[in-house]
Structure formats: structure tokens, C-alpha cells
């Protein structure tokens, strides 16, 4: 656990700092050293000033290290390199013109060692350009043969036929008002002469 211990020749500098026009950063971080040396711990800090731990002890390490220095913000990067960046996009352009498809790796290795680029940065390299692309599909059609494929469908038309066949021969209908299909294994003939019996037995006790 890291833990900022002052002087008080430190604790009167930081003291006449805090004074100064500070920018919001350096003066958070300012406060996050007079809070460790009052023996705050770093997850206190932290919910104190509503940063995260792991902001507070790298604060912490910054000052222990580089001293008031590391108060000020950081330094942002290089500035872009717009040559570089021409030179990548017109070269992608000139890519992207040809009569053919490509992939990123391909793009990224087209592009020879002159740019030296991985695929990860051409496909940010194509959305500056709005270049649209889509992942390659996982099929094999492509290796299919069409006679084959043809025959293939011929005989599952023809088992769907089949099929549809044996279904229409097993079901029987018990009427036309109720339109239901009889049971599996039940003919029509024996539906139909279970159907007389159950009318003549009524008609004889009428």
C-alpha cells in the first residue's frame, strides 16, 4: 500500500501551490497527496474525490517519483503525421479500385513493407476512407458440384411427394362439418361401419 509521507518543508510548498491557479487535474491530484499524508488510504481517497483507486495510487507513484511535476496533466501525443497518412489512404484507394474483393490481411500485405502496416490498422486506415466491407461467409458451396447438387434436389422433391402421399392415404375424414383427421392406424371402413352400428342401435331403442 502506498502511503505519501511529507516534510514540512514539502507539506509548505504544496501549501503555497494550492493557492496558485491550478488546472482541475494538478489540483485533484494535489489533494489526493495532503489526503494520503493525513493517512487516507487509497480506496478513500477514491470515493472521496469520486476517482477510481487505481487513478489515485498511479497520482500517488507520480508524485513519489517525478515530485510536483507529476501534478500537471499529461502530455498528449505526437501530432498525426498527415504525409503518412496520404500516402497509407491513396495507396488503399489505388487498391480498392481493382476489378476484385480483398480482406484486410490482404490489403495489409499488398500494401508491401514500404507502409508496413498490420490488418488491424488497415481496417482503420479503410474507415477513414468509409470504405464498407463485410467477414467472408463460412460455406462450401464453392466446392459443391451443381450436377450433384441438381440430383440431390430431384430426389428430396421426391421423398416430400412420397411423404405427403403416405400422409393423405392414412388419415380419413369422419365427416365433412367436423374436418378432423382420424386416429393413426383407424381405417375409414371400420370408422364408418362403428358409425352404422352406434345409428341402428339408436333407431332400435326409438
Known amino acids: ?6 516534510t514540512d518543508d514539502q507539506r509548505t510548498e504544496l501549501q503555497a501551490l494550492r493557492q496558485t491557479d491550478l488546472p482541475a487535474v494538478a489540483r485533484t491530484r494535489l489533494e489526493m497527496v495532503f489526503l494520503s499524508d493525513a493517512s487516507w ?3 478513500e481517497i477514491a470515493r472521496h474525490l469520486g476517482n477510481h483507486p487505481h487513478t489515485v495510487r498511479s497520482s ?8 510536483t511535476a507529476a501534478f500537471q496533466p499529461d502530455t498528449p501525443g505526437p501530432e498525426p503525421d498527415h504525409d503518412r497518412r496520404a500516402a497509407v489512404t491513396g495507396k488503399l484507394s489505388e487498391l480498392l479500385g481493382r476489378e476484385r474483393t480483398w480482406t484486410s490481411r490482404q490489403l495489409a500485405d499488398a500494401l508491401g513493407p514500404d507502409i508496413g502496416i498490420g490488418h488491424r490498422q ?4 479503410l474507415a477513414l476512407l468509409k470504405a464498407g ?3 467472408t461467409a463460412q460455406t462450401v458451396r464453392h466446392k459443391q458440384d451443381p450436377k450433384k447438387v441438381a440430383r440431390a434436389k430431384v430426389v428430396l422433391a421426391n421423398l416430400k411427394k412420397k411423404l405427403r ?8 375424414w369422419t365427416s365433412a362439418a367436423s374436418a378432423r383427421p382420424c386416429r393413426p392406424g383407424t381405417r375409414g371402413a371400420s370408422r364408418s361401419s ?3 352400428s352406434s345409428t341402428s342401435t339408436r333407431r332400435a331403442g326409438g
Not at 1 to 6: F, S, T, V, Y
Not at 165 to 172: D, E, L, M, N, P
Request: charged share 30%; net charge positive; with cysteine.
Open 1 to 6: 500500500m502506498i502511503r505519501i509521507h511529507l
Open 41 to 43: 488510504s487509497a480506496p
Open 60 to 67: 500517488l507513484k507520480g508524485f513519489r517519483d517525478r515530485g
Open 122 to 125: 488497415t481496417r482503420r486506415y
Open 133 to 135: 466491407y463485410r467477414r
Open 165 to 172: 402421399r403416405a400422409g393423405c392415404g392414412s388419415t380419413t
Open 194 to 196: 362403428g358409425s352404422g
